[in-house]
Nanobody
Framework: QLQLVESGGGLVQPGGSLRLSCAAS????????IGWFRQAPGKEREGVSC????????SYADSVKGRFTSSRDNAKNMVYLQMYSLKAEDTAVYYC???????????????????WGQGTQVTVSS
């Protein structure tokens, strides 16, 4: 059984920062792109970021570009999402997900990801 577990969410004031972590068990992340997604109440899940298997390449949604940074430590089987200058509109449940198909590449298509964590709540409020 392959599992991803997110952590690091919480309540933060506008303009503040949080770092989310994604930990893997049952498999290693070194061959897999990892995406970050979020879902606000009443809204569909949307792509936030993706990091390549090597960590060399990253991509971001326009709404978070310049504020969020994804990184990974394959030796620790961990992926991170550092969030700066948080806004109220960033409030959502954040998920990490892996594409485990051979030769998979970063994508914003939810259907490409076949392993998902259970999410961690991020609330941005004063």
């Amino acid at each position: 059984q392959l599992q991803l577990v997110e952590s690091g969410g919480g309540l933060v004031q506008p303009g503040g920062s949080l770092r989310l972590s994604c930990a893997a068990s049952g498999f290693t992340l070194n061959y897999y792109p990892i995406g970050w997604f979020r879902q606000a109440p009443g809204k569909e899940r949307e792509g936030v970021s993706c990091i390549s298997s090597s960590g060399v390449s990253t991509s971001y949604a326009d709404s978070v570009k310049g504020r969020f940074t994804s990184s990974r430590d394959n030796a620790k089987n961990m992926v991170y999402l550092q969030m700066y200058s948080l806004k109220a509109e960033d409030t959502a449940v954040y998920y990490c997900a892996a594409m485990t198909s051979l030769w998979a590449m970063c994508s914003s298509d939810l259907e490409k990801y076949d392993n998902w964590g259970q999410g961690t709540q991020v609330t941005v409020s004063s």
